[in-house]
């Protein structure tokens, strides 16, 4: 169980500059928990916005568990995230302040079993730099095929 992913954002590092990330715990339901361990989430169109004094995860989907009839959750609710007040202060100050995005980029079960988000303080990239960025993984692709055959 430990270490086991249970949704990654792949999109994250082609759309944003990843500068730092922060290990945070969920606030769930029990049949959220129960629908994670059945490793059904999606965490590629969330992010995470500053509510007041807390951080809130916004948009990603946990789907219903069969089992839970009316005891189940909103799919799609904000979950506030558990993290350090001085960690919440800094994240808190580089969204207002620096203009940054907190992106979530795993979640993921720990040593002990329990659901942590790891997000990115994070920066947009233009348009451009996604350009470059793609032409540079073509060129050392072609790189690798040509030391490969003439090598």
Do not use: C
Request: proline share 3%; glycine share 6%.
């Amino acid at each position: 169980m430990a270490g086991n992913l249970i949704a990654e954002n792949r999109r994250a590092r082609f759309d944003y500059f990843l500068e730092q990330t922060f290990e945070a715990g969920l606030s769930l339901t029990g049949s959220e928990v129960k629908s994670l361990r059945n490793g059904r989430a999606n965490i590629a169109e969330s992010y995470a916005a500053v509510e007041g004094n807390q951080i809130v995860l916004i948009n990603a989907d946990i789907p219903p568990y069969t089992q839970a009839n009316r005891f189940n959750h909103e799919p799609r609710r904000p979950r506030k995230l558990l993290l350090h007040r001085k960690e919440i202060e800094r994240l808190i100050g580089a969204v207002q302040r620096e203009g940054r995005t907190l992106v979530p980029t795993k979640l993921y079960w720990n040593d002990k079993g329990l659901a942590k988000l790891e997000i990115a303080l994070a920066k947009g990239k233009k348009l451009h730099d996604k350009r470059d960025v793609a032409a540079e993984r073509d060129w050392q692709r072609d790189k690798a095929r040509l030391m490969k055959d003439h090598g």
